[in-house]
């Protein structure tokens, strides 16, 4: 007698959950999905990725969705500028259109991609996890906010950095690298900020100095996402009794922290588009501790920023998860025991992440020390 196929539910609609998803159900292996977002649209999916020869593009492949990739990817969204603090170009990489680059895509346009790959009904929106109860054997009772529950038998952690998942598996949680975001953005950059748009250039740009950093990327529609960079306290903001709605007081504050760049950089802080729905939003970064690893538990494995949640600075975050999400699926196919392919999968995914969660943690300390411009100005020298 076959076994019983096994219920397997996964936790977030993220880059990773929905390509571990496709690849099962190309091979007829039922699996749900679960989103705590209302549906599709509720949420702006945010800015810019690259996609890696190694992890995101072998994703895509295994997805069969390399050819409606390419489709809407940006190979010329590889190039990277460096600049310095008062606005000359030092460095600028152009990629070579070989066809063996790193394209780049709108998070929300390789979401749709995935999402529209799966069978209609596969994705439960407005699904919150709260908690995972064990039943034993492996079998976990999914409690969601709305109080409805769905049995699986084997949970799928793919619910980003403050999983729910996670706690079933390891104690370990996010902590605060030292670096916070503020991220903000132009509209229609070529025409209504072409100073900007022209030291965008193509991809992205960025300027580093003395723990901090401006850098800009082109997004698809002529929109560029600029992420303001500094390393400081987590509630800088409290300190310094600013409401972070009050995009004017925004603006003062992050002039005054970077006092002495030039005019050129400080035209995207203030440039922004505070007509439209830009404004400035606070992005604290976090990272899990490394390695982060947990004893086999029968039933539930993570994926991603669940299992390894690191800075942007390994600019493989979304990379690693798709790569998790194809890795996972292809050992759910491969092994008949749920238990032998959580294992098979886990030994590739703890070392792998491991090395790319120490590179990222060198990264963010390297682009956010007191000699960063030099350290950065190396490094690219080196990479050219
Ligand atoms: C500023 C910045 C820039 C970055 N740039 C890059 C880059 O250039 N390249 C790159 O590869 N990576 C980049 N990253 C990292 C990348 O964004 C993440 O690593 C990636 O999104 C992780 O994918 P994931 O599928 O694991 O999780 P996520 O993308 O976080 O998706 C998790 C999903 O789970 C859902 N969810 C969460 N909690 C629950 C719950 N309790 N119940 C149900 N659903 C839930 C969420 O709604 C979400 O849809 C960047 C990150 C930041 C912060």
């Not at 390399?66 to 500028?81: K, V």
């Not at 310095?84 to 790193?102: T, Y």
């Not at 995972?132 to 699986?152: C, I, N, V, Y």
């Not at 090395?355 to 020390?369: L, Y």
Request: aromatic share 4%.
């Amino acid at each position: 007698m076959n076994a019983p196929t096994p219920r397997i539910a996964i936790i977030g609609a993220g880059p990773g959950g929905l390509t571990c998803a496709r690849i099962l159900q190309r091979q007829g292996i039922p699996v749900t999905v679960h989103d705590l977002d209302a549906s599709r649209t509720s949420r702006n999916q945010g800015g810019t990725l690259d996609m890696h020869p190694g992890t995101g593009q072998h994703a895509l492949r295994a997805a069969g969705l390399w050819d409606a990739f390419t489709a809407l990817s940006r190979p010329e969204g590889e190039q990277m500028r460096l600049v310095s603090r008062d606005g000359r170009v030092l460095i600028d990489a152009v990629p070579a259109q070989d066809g063996r680059g790193k394209p780049e895509i709108d998070r929300g346009q390789l979401r749709d991609l995935l999402l529209d790959s799966l069978e209609p009904g596969t994705v439960r929106w407005g699904h919150q996890l709260t908690h995972a109860e064990p039943l034993g054997e492996g079998t976990h009772r999914l409690h969601f906010a709305d109080g409805s529950t769905a049995e699986a038998d084997l949970v799928v952690g793919a619910d980003g950095a403050w999983s729910k998942v996670r706690r079933l598996v390891s104690d370990a949680t996010p902590v605060y690298t030292g670096v916070t975001f503020v991220e903000t953005g132009l509209d229609d950059a070529d025409h209504r900020h072409p100073e900007r748009a022209a030291l965008t250039g193509n991809g992205t740009m960025m300027a580093l100095d003395n723990n901090q950093g401006i850098i800009a990327q082109r997004n698809s529609g002529g929109h560029i996402r600029v992420y303001i960079g500094m390393r400081t306290d987590e509630d800088w903001y409290q300190r310094r009794n600013l409401d972070l709605n009050d995009n004017q007081a925004v603006r003062e504050a992050l002039l005054k922290e970077f006092t002495g760049w030039g005019d050129d950089l400080l035209g995207f802080i203030t440039d922004t588009d505070t007509d439209t729905d830009t404004g400035y939003t606070n992005r604290p970064l976090h990272a899990l501790p490394v390695p982060h690893t947990w004893p086999h538990t029968q039933g539930v494995t993570l994926l991603g920023d669940a299992a390894h949640l690191m800075s942007p600075f390994s600019g493989m975050g979304a990379n690693l998860a798709m790569r998790d999400g194809a890795d996972l699926a292809a050992a759910l196919i491969e092994h008949p025991s749920t238990d032998d392919a959580i294992t098979a999968y886990e030994d590739i995914l703890f070392p792998r992440s491991s090395e790319a969660a120490e590179g990222a943690a060198e990264g963010i300390n390297s682009a956010f020390a007191p000699d960063s411009a030099t350290q950065a100005l190396a490094h690219m020298t080196r990479d050219q």
